[in-house]
């Protein structure tokens, strides 16, 4: 089986940074795409950036320039860096991956247990 688990969350003001990590571990082959999404209560789960295991990357909107995806792949490890946060940033944060378990295997999706974030004014 497959883990992820995200760190990184916390209390901070508007107009601070924090980082979050996020590190996959169990019987992994290769991790392709490497999500961060979040989710506000009683709404969709949103993605907020993207990377591939070749490192391109995609950003929602709301928080391009602010935020910046990385991953190391020889940790089986992404990183969400979030710079200028704003208080509509406040919520819970998952991770997910898209893990082959073996050679020529299939692509299974993975997700982390999630890491608050939350930003006072």
């Known amino acids: 089986q497959v883990q992820l688990v995200e760190s990184g969350g916390d209390l901070v003001q508007a107009g601070g940074s924090l980082r979050l990590s996020c590190a996959a571990s169990g019987s992994i082959f290769s991790i392709n795409r490497m999500d961060w999404y979040r989710q506000v209560p009683g709404k969709q789960r949103q993605l907020v950036a993207s990377?591939?295991?070749?490192?391109?990357?995609n950003y929602a909107d709301s928080v391009k320039g602010r935020f910046t995806i990385s991953r190391d792949n020889a940790k089986n490890t992404v990183y969400l860096q979030m710079n200028d946060l704003k208080v509509e940033d406040t919520t819970v944060y998952y991770c997910y991956a898209q893990v082959a378990l073996r050679v020529g295997g299939p692509w299974y999706g993975y997700w982390g247990q999630g890491t608050q974030v939350t930003v006072s004014s």
């Open positions: 990377i591939t295991s070749g490192g391109g990357t």
